[in-house]
């Protein structure tokens, strides 16, 4: 069977009339395709790394096997093929050594428009550093890649794609064995996934949302130190980072005293406060009846009573609508409301009392404007329903005549 094997591959090879490796690879350029496969040695014993490699973006781009390997690929057996600059598979270290060789070329990676600083980012990284230690649970380029089947990251099967990273980090990050070496808990892909950030992420397919490497950093990933947080937050939430920075815990920040937005908000488990759970947050550092806990119970108020001034003025224009009444006008102002209400989120992070009150009351102002509409047009159906009572009497009372007359002459 061996010798059929070899009678049949040399036949075909025989049959091609441009033969694919009839360069070498020291004289085919970089990324020229090598279009007939069948013609190529690696594929006698590497069929089913090369199937994966050529569902990929590299070899959509042209790259072979010897451009990142060595070797010959012209030769059948395996001596001659291994042969000369032969890499075979190499190591965590040796492989970002090996991607970097083209992705941190400018000449070359422009064309595709990606950074060429991945490499210099690595190892800056916890990931990096680690393996520089020697440290091989560490990953590098094809843990989170894959080494053969490379897709670009906006390929839903790519595991960098944004919905499959919290499941791609968390093929280590999730091994307790494995984080216990590391003092890290193996719950935060969990706790993530309960986040408002996955619900934005996963629920919305908003990906704006961040990910692990929203926050981390791809390939430099690194946990950002205490006075990093709200600089890291602040890539999404610029008002809410503007309002926290002027208020006094932006300053107690800033000092290292708390650890910035994660003093309120968990970490990977990240939720937002509801509006009746804000003095419950203050008295996890404030003492009940302190004068910061008092300040929190009073934003828990306002927020609270702007919450239902809008529950109030939807209903009233859902009411509106019922009543055939046109309500464009009291729509447009409910957008200005919620403007306003949406500030408020913004604003309560600075604690400034008189910039909360000034929200809270425009929106109390426009809720009760649309509330009075809503009001006059009930007092408006009562009124049309009294006129009708005589209108349905004097009905009633023609039928009741019609009907003796009818009754007589019969």
Not at 71 to 80: C, V
Not at 400 to 409: E, H, M, Y
Request: aromatic share 6%; hydrophobic share 40%.
């Amino acid at each position: 069977m061996r010798a059929l094997r070899w009678i049949a591959l040399v036949a075909v090879l025989l049959a091609s009339a441009t033969p694919a490796w009839s360069q070498t690879a020291s004289e085919r350029p970089r990324g020229a395709r090598s279009s007939l496969d069948r013609n190529y040695g690696c594929v006698v014993c590497h069929a089913d790394m090369r199937r994966a490699f050529i569902q990929g973006v590299h070899s959509e781009r042209g790259i072979v096997c010897d451009d990142c390997h060595g070797g010959d690929p012209t030769a059948l057996e395996t001596a001659p093929a291994h042969s000369g600059n032969f890499i075979g598979n190499p190591d965590k270290l040796e492989t970002v050594e090996l991607c970097a060789s083209c992705h941190s070329s400018p000449d070359l990676m422009r064309q595709y428009g990606l950074a060429t600083g991945q490499r210099a980012e690595f190892r800056t990284s916890r990931h990096g550093q680690l393996l520089e230690q020697g440290d091989m649970n560490a990953p590098s380029c094809a843990d989170c890649h894959d080494s053969h089947r490379i897709f670009p990251p906006g390929d839903a099967r790519s595991a960098v794609y944004p919905t499959n990273i919290p499941g791609m980090c968390g093929r280590c990050h999730q091994d307790a064995d494995m984080m216990a070496e590391y003092g890290v808990s193996a719950d935060v892909t969990a706790r993530y996934l309960e986040s408002a950030h996955a619900a934005q992420l996963f629920g919305n397919l908003d990906f704006a949302a961040p990910s692990c490497v929203g926050c981390h950093g791809a390939h430099s990933a690194l946990p950002p130190r205490v006075s990093e947080i709200s600089n890291v937050c602040g890539h999404c939430h610029i008002l809410v980072q503007s309002a926290f920075e002027s208020g006094p815990h932006g300053e107690v920040t800033a000092r290292g005293e708390i650890d910035g937005c994660t003093a309120c908000h968990s970490n990977h488990g990240t939720e937002g406060t509801s509006p009746d759970a804000i003095q419950a947050t203050c008295l996890r550092c404030h003492a009940e009846g302190s004068e910061p806990a008092l300040l929190g119970v009073d934003i828990e108020s306002r927020i609270l009573h702007a919450s239902a001034d809008m529950q109030r003025a939807d209903s009233a224009i859902r009411q509106l609508v019922l009543d055939g009444r046109n309500v464009s006008d009291a729509r447009f102002r409910y957008q200005s409301a919620l403007t306003e209400y949406s500030q408020l989120a913004q604003a309560q992070h600075s604690l400034d009392m008189e910039r909360i009150d000034d929200l809270a009351l425009r929106v109390s102002s426009i809720s009760r404007d649309i509330r009075g509409a809503a009001e006059a047009s009930a007092e408006r159906r009562w009124e049309h329903k009294l006129f009708l009572v005589p209108v349905w009497f004097l009905a009633l009372a023609a039928i009741f005549l019609a009907w003796l007359k009818l009754r007589n002459l019969s």
